[in-house]
């Protein structure tokens, strides 16, 4: 078997069109990430860049910008929800495209409760996975944080495969994409 210094290429130049392309291809569902520090300010942002990274004990990972509210606020707690979207709910992502806007118990007008966590959670999510912070990985314009899931709902069990409830990027339609 070939290592990596055995492989090289003549032309080293990247070709952008195909590379922002060959990411665009990677399939991505759509979540809300919450939180809420300990002063009451609530983050919360439509992300994608979300996976299941162990089974003992369940951990997922989920990037976010480096730069956001969002990111301070998890620093800040130590916990983060996921609020998992179903099809048919693509005005919340776009109502979390744009910074978030604490009302009472609503953010940018949706309703939510806090859960076990302190984390804010959306009242018609499909789907809630709240977590504990374990690591944070600090590269680039993301960071990648790691959570330990420590409580999880879902509004209504789906019959099939739970993941074709889940709303995609693909689900906003043909000029919105990410990645590249």
């Known amino acids: 078997m070939l290592g990596p210094q055995a492989i090289q290429r003549e032309d ?3 070709d952008e069109a195909a590379k922002k392309t060959a990411l665009r291809m990677i399939p991505y569902g759509l979540y809300v990430l919450t939180a809420a520090n300990d002063e009451g ?3 919360a942002a439509t992300v994608n860049w979300v996976t299941q990274t162990a089974f003992k ?6 990037g976010v910008k480096a730069d956001s509210g969002a990111h301070e606020i998890i620093k800040q707690s130590g916990h983060f929800a996921l609020n998992v979207l179903g099809k048919g709910q693509s005005g919340l ?4 495209f744009k910074p978030a806007e604490r009302d009472g118990h609503t953010v940018n007008g949706e309703p ?4 076990a966590s302190g984390a804010p959670l959306l009242e ?3 789907a809630t996975i709240e977590c504990r912070l374990t690591q944070t990985v600090e590269n680039g314009d993301h960071s990648i944080f790691i959570g330990e899931v420590i409580d999880a709902a879902v509004k209504e069990t789906p019959a099939g495969r739970a993941d074709d409830v889940t709303l995609t990027l693909k689900d906003l339609g043909e000029k919105v994409f990410y990645g590249g």
Request: proline share 9%; charged share 5%; glycine share 4%.
């Open 12 to 14: 080293t130049a990247v």
């Open 41 to 43: 300010a609530v983050a």
């Open 57 to 62: 004990p369940p951990l997922v990972v989920v």
């Open 93 to 96: 992502a776009f109502a979390f």
């Open 112 to 115: 939510f409760r806090f859960g």
């Open 124 to 126: 018609s999510a499909a």
